[in-house]
């Protein structure tokens, strides 16, 4: 721990500094490349120019580098939380600043967090303090079975945190989903696969051409040539129910399979139905969210090739879509060649995810029970979700190339206790201070006799 402070002391200089990528290496430290490989003792990890240079045993330090001493330390990727409401919301019961839901929105599909992403959001700067660099953001179905387009950000400390708008769209099927659709899964079937027709026909519907020069509607980013083939098909579209214009246009990346769609799900019987879907409409590109029952039907969903952001240990159903739930979901989808990331969304606070992937690790050395080995476990927080969420290589992991998002711990991250010395994002030193770490500076070490007058009860 005396050296984890020392190497924290040796930091402050870089902290001085203006926000520019800083050029540095850090050695004799246990190195974690978040890869799923084992962690290295005695490496050394390389940024420069926001960039890792390179991660390892018997690394060369460049001339012109900062040279820190990690002994006694641990360095890994920052880790990637999906899914999270993160910067969607200050205080969860007061509806004015949360912006998860809109239940009485006339949209669902179209409906974009990008916009409203808080960069100063104590949620976030809480979380950068717990080693979370990078994260996927949605909302949360409420008056549609679709809940709208996610966006990925980073937590670093400047004005833009969103890095990525309409990263993925996001659709409640299973038992969320049959109540959004009138009350049967039946329902919030028909109400998807007319959705998804819908936005072909309005795909259809007419031509123009594009920015490119291209035929049709370009990419989700063409908001020229979105709102051109609206215009055009008013008229054919004014009698409508179930789809706005808006909707509609949000949800044809979706079909072409230029989106990713999130569906939440968890029952067994529900997975099958949403990989059948995916047979229906091949172009999908899938997400499992959710699935406590995944590991009764890990071998299709491996044949599927669909990735799973699975809830970390359920064991206690909350309802009769989870009531094959279990400790070994993950590992099992795991063994059986799922790719497999820990759903941050299923925690009140996403900064714990390191704890449920050391839980995995500690299910290993019970009998009967299926976990994950160290390097899974921390990959499934880091380089996984970062290859779900189209950062394969770029992010979660310390290899050349990659983003210089980088966590100093004070010991092994997967222990209980562990916690951050140092964060960098895009090779960015950031500040840890939040309103939490502020109040326990602050009463920490306060006398009784500065206590407020209402303590004299």
């Known amino acids: 721990m005396k050296r984890a402070l020392t190497l924290a002391a040796g930091l402050v200089a870089l902290a001085a500094t203006p926000a520019t990528a800083q050029n540095v290496a850090i050695t004799n430290a246990t190195v974690a490349t978040g890869d799923g490989s084992d962690p290295v003792e005695g490496a050394t990890v390389v940024v420069r120019g926001g960039k890792v240079v390179a991660a390892g045993a018997g690394v060369a330090v460049p001339a012109g580098v900062q040279v820190l001493d ?4 641990w360095v890994t990727p920052g880790l990637f939380a999906t899914v999270t409401n993160l910067g969607l919301w200050d205080v969860g019961a007061v509806r004015e600043s949360n912006d998860i839901r809109a239940g009485g929105s006339p949209f669902s599909a179209a409906l974009d967090v990008a916009p409203v992403v808080n960069p100063a959001s104590q949620h976030i700067l809480i979380h950068r303090a717990a080693g979370i660099t990078r994260a996927a953001v949605s909302g949360a179905a409420s008056g549609s079975i679709f809940a709208g387009q996610g966006a990925i950000i980073d937590l670093g400390s400047d004005a833009q945190a969103v890095t990525r708008p309409r990263a993925f769209q996001v659709v409640e099927l299973g038992e969320g989903g049959a109540r959004l659709a009138g009350g049967s899964r039946a329902s919030a079937q028909a109400l ?3 959705a998804l027709l819908e936005a072909g026909e309005f795909e259809r519907n007419g031509t123009i051409t594009s920015p490119g020069g291209g035929r049709g509607i370009t990419r989700q980013g063409d908001d020229i040539g979105i709102d051109r083939r609206m215009a055009r098909t008013a008229r054919d579209r004014a009698s409508d129910v179930l789809l706005t214009r808006f909707d509609a246009a949000a949800l044809v990346p979706v079909a072409r399979g230029e989106q990713p769609l999130y569906v939440m799900v968890e029952r067994a019987a529900d997975i099958r139905s949403a990989l059948a879907l995916k047979q229906e409409f091949p172009r999908l590109d899938m997400v499992l969210v959710g699935a406590s029952e995944g ?5 299709e969903i491996a044949a599927a090739g669909v990735p799973v952001i699975a809830d970390g240990l359920d064991d206690l159903p909350q309802g009769f879509d989870q009531l094959a739930s279990t400790q070994s979901n993950i590992g099992r989808m795991v063994k059986a060649g799922v790719k497999v990331a820990i759903n941050a969304a299923a925690m009140e606070n996403p900064r714990n995810l390191n704890q449920y992937a050391g ?6 050395r019970i009998p009967g029970a299926d976990g994950l ?5 921390f990959a499934a927080i880091s380089s996984v979700p970062a290859a779900i969420s189209g950062m394969a290589g770029k992010a979660g992991v310390l290899a050349p190339g990659a983003m210089g998002d980088l966590v100093i711990w004070d010991g092994d991250p997967l222990e209980v206790g562990s916690m951050p010395v140092k964060v960098f994002i895009d090779g960015v030193e950031q500040p840890l201070d939040n309103h939490q770490s502020r109040l326990k500076e602050r009463y920490r070490d306060l006398d009784e006799s500065d206590l407020p007058k209402a303590y004299d009860w």
């Open 70 to 73: 990690g002994s006694g330390t």
């Open 192 to 194: 998807f696969r007319n």
């Open 295 to 299: 590991w009764l039907v890990a071998r």
């Open 359 to 364: 839980n995995l690790v500690a299910l290993t």
């Open 373 to 377: 080995s160290w390097g899974q476990a």
